[in-house]
């Protein structure tokens, strides 16, 4: 599923940028150029790197 239409990046792509050590909205936009654009994802960013966050802690 695309989280960032502007620049096409997926929710995958986030996840991976995630577990490779991005932590935040601005990183993760580093690696994937998503959020860099408009803006408006940035939102489903942030809960994509909580999620991805909490379930790599659980592990």
Excluded at 29 to 36: D, F, L, Y
Aim: overall charge positive; hydrophobic content about 35%.
């Amino acid at each position: 599923m695309y989280v960032c239409l502007c620049a096409g990046v997926t929710s995958q792509q986030v996840i991976d940028a995630v577990k490779d050590g991005a932590s935040t909205t601005r990183q993760v936009g580093e690696r994937t150029g998503a959020g860099t654009v408009c803006g408006r994802c940035k939102s489903n960013i942030r809960a994509l790197i909580a999620a991805t966050l909490q379930q790599s802690a659980r592990r």
